[in-house]
């Protein structure tokens, strides 16, 4: 391990780290705008300029590897004259229209102006070079040329990270530009990641820009509900609304990039009409209104009727891969109670799709968060053998009730109407059935108990990746009406069949969870934070 001195403190590095990286392990922030920690390095933009003792020019941290002994200043007024240089010649050309930038307030020209320039411009406004403005660049980003810094971080992403190599410079000295060929579309399926690369605001998103100032707006730590890779993000919301998703840098799961389906997944939130109201189907076969404790009361009492008449094998437990961890523990420790023994998750062989790549970068086909949490919980089972067998086991009358969580899932496929239908003939077949669910939908009728959840974002858990990483997902915003997290009705339902319910957080049920689950033994749910706890 090499040993430098930065800025007068003896700090470590790791062996083949140059000195922006060393710093930003001990976090030091050197200014720099083309160096991107998962991007190849170019150093074009000078902006890391920094002073090694010995060395007679500056040398750009972002090339210049760490040496033993190695003495490096960043912040000396030479550094700073430098960078201060370095800062004016991008402005010569800039239009300076910040007022009316969607990058304001998360931008690095304006930051490190603040901290480095302060300086006047010496050129007029009406001798900057004119490029263009608002160039539609597709379905995720939006151009605008006299902003760029011709860092190239979009350029290397897209050569490097998809190989699709939309973006480049064209034209010359100060006429260079960023764009596409012939303004040609950026439709690959990770075209967003480069307005969260963009250091300025040259490339902005479609979906935000103009929707808040990022001012107003608050950060939530959470993972992406798109898919089995489970990428880590952070939910900007306000007010009770999302605005976007961003990736937060995990390099064991996303690196730093999201899918464009994944960062727009939240919109399914608000497709549709939420369920306010416990439901209960009364003797005129109608669904009516009820409160949570008289829910609760009738369904552990008509469970506990047709075990009692049927057996408990004749009670089935439907899960969703896309409930968090906490929510299938107690759904199964509840049913475990009244001594059912058949569960499953299955709507569409997600047991088989959870590990398949849908492309080499990220998207796995199972579009689930937590597949392989409901697996290391016990939820599949080959005697139900997926919804196929529960809806056969049912019509040839070995299952009567069942309890079924459902939640569509936030990345669309073609076959999700068909899963639906799976759910909705699961449903017509059993005798006496109890669903839980965020979103009204007609075919949910046929239930004889209708229980309104909480949606992705609105409870706090953890999910469980295809290579079985245990991640924590934060509250983001309130549940609609009525609506409690999943655990939270196992919970009731626990305290209403006169079992144990201690629980009063999802941390709570973790804990119980790592205390009775061998699989997740010993884990704390600190631990399940950034980067996540990779289970057996
Ligand atoms: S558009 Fe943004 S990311 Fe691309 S070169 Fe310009 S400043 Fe860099
Ligand atoms: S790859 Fe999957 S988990 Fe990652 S952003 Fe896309 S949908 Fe979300
Ligand atoms: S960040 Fe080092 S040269 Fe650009």
Redesign the pocket.
């Known amino acids: 391990m090499p040993k430098f001195t930065l800025n007068g403190q003896e700090v470590e590095a790791k062996p083949g780290q140059t000195i922006i990286q060393a710093a930003a392990d001990h976090g030091m922030e050197i200014p720099h705008y083309c160096y991107h920690p998962d991007l190849p390095i170019d150093g074009n933009c000078r902006m890391c300029l920094v002073e090694v003792e010995k060395m007679p020019k500056l040398t750009p941290a972002c090339t210049t590897l760490v040496n033993d002994g190695m003495v490096v200043r960043s912040e000396n007024e030479r550094v700073k004259e430098a960078v201060r240089g370095v800062l004016e010649f991008l402005l010569i050309n800039h239009p300076v229209d910040c007022p009316v930038c969607d990058q304001a307030g998360e931008c690095r020209l304006q930051d490190y102006y603040m901290v480095y320039g302060l300086h006047t411009s010496e050129i007029p406004l009406g001798m900057k070079v004119r490029k263009r403005k608002v160039i539609d660049l597709g379905p995720m980003v939006v151009l605008d040329q006299e902003r ?8 290397r992403f897209f050569e490097y990270v998809t190989e699709t190599g939309e973006m480049q410079f064209f034209g010359r000295g100060d006429h260079v530009a ?1 764009g596409t060929f012939e303004d040609r579309p950026l439709d690959n399926p990770y075209s967003g990641n ?1 307005v969260d ?4 605001g ?2 902005t998103s479609r979906d935000f820009r103009f929707k808040c100032r990022v001012w107003f707006l608050h950060a939530t730590d959470s993972v992406c509900g798109g898919c089995s890779t489970g990428c880590t993000v952070r939910i900007d919301h306000r007010d009770g609304t999302i605005f976007r998703l961003l990736p937060r840098r995990n390099v064991e799961v996303n690196r730093s990039w999201l899918c464009d389906e994944g960062r727009l997944s939240f919109h399914k939130l608000s497709d549709g009409e939420r369920i306010t109201r416990p439901l209960v189907k009364g003797r005129d076969g109608v669904q009516a209104p009820v409160t949570w404790e008289e829910a609760a009361r009738s369904i552990d009492s008509r469970l506990k009727e047709i075990r009692d008449t049927n057996g408990a094998a004749s009670i089935l437990g439907f899960a969703s891969p896309s409930a968090t961890n906490e929510a299938l523990f107690l759904f199964k420790r509840y049913l475990d109670g009244l001594g059912a023994t058949q569960f499953d998750f299955r709507l569409d062989s997600e047991d088989k799709k959870l590990a398949d790549e849908e492309d080499q970068i990220l998207r796995h086909f199972d579009k689930h968060p937590n597949s392989m949490g409901a697996i290391k919980l016990g939820l599949m089972s080959e005697q139900v053998g997926g919804i196929e067998g529960a809806i056969n086991a049912a019509r040839a009358g070995r299952l009567k009730a069942g309890v079924v969580i459902y939640f569509k899932p936030l990345v669309e496929r073609p076959g999700d109407a068909e899963a639906e239908g799976r759910v909705l003939a699961l449903l017509d077949e059993l005798e006496y059935s109890v669903l839980l669910t965020s979103h009204k939908a007609d075919w949910q009728d046929s239930a004889s108990v209708v229980l309104p959840v909480a949606a992705w974002s609105e409870e706090e858990g953890t999910y469980t990746n295809f290579e079985g990483r245990v991640q924590l997902a934060g509250k983001a915003i309130e549940v609609e009406g009525n609506a409690l997290p999943v655990w939270e009705v196992f919970a009731m339902l626990l305290h209403a069949s006169g079992a144990e319910s201690p629980w009063m957080s999802a941390e709570d049920v973790f804990a119980t969870m790592a205390d009775s689950v061998s699989v997740f033994s010993g884990i704390t749910l600190d631990q399940t934070r950034l980067p996540g706890v990779v289970v057996g």
């Open positions: 760029c810094v011709l860092c190239s971080r979009c350029i960023i480069v690369i963009c250091p300025v040259a490339l």
